[in-house]
């Protein structure tokens, strides 16, 4: 088993900056590719940006416009999310979660799941 624990969220107002951390332990040599996801009140969880085990390869949904970067340190055991020029529609709760696959986009594709951590942009 994996066990994920997110940490960064907070309050912050629109064009300001946070840094969400995910920090797994337990089997974490059975990590391959890791993502961010997020769910706003009443809509459903999508996919935020992903990363190979090696960081070689990331994807970041369309809505984040250069605005965030994905990064990993498997040193630490750990994946961060650098969010900049946030505003309202970023309003959510963020969720780490990682998979067995090399490569994995859709959330059927990971296999572990932090608890979430809340994100919210005051305009």
């Known amino acids: 088993q994996v066990q994920l624990v997110e940490s960064g969220g907070g309050l912050v107002q629109a064009g300001g900056s946070l840094r969400l951390s995910c920090a797994a332990s337990g089997r974490t040599f059975s990590i391959n590719a890791m993502g961010w996801f997020r769910q706003a009140p009443g809509k459903e969880r999508e996919i935020v940006a992903t990363?190979?085990?090696?960081?070689?390869?990331?994807s970041y949904a369309g809505f984040v416009k250069g605005r965030f970067t994905i990064s990993r340190d498997n040193t630490k055991n750990a994946v961060y999310l650098q969010m900049n020029s946030l505003d309202s529609e970023d309003t959510a709760v963020y969720y780490c979660?990682?998979?067995?696959?090399?490569?994995?986009?859709?959330?059927?594709?990971?296999?572990?799941w932090g608890q979430g951590t809340q994100v919210t942009v005051s305009s």
């Open positions: 979660a990682a998979s067995l696959r090399r490569s994995a986009y859709y959330g059927n594709e990971y296999d572990y």
């Open positions: 990363i190979s085990w090696s960081g070689g390869s990331i």
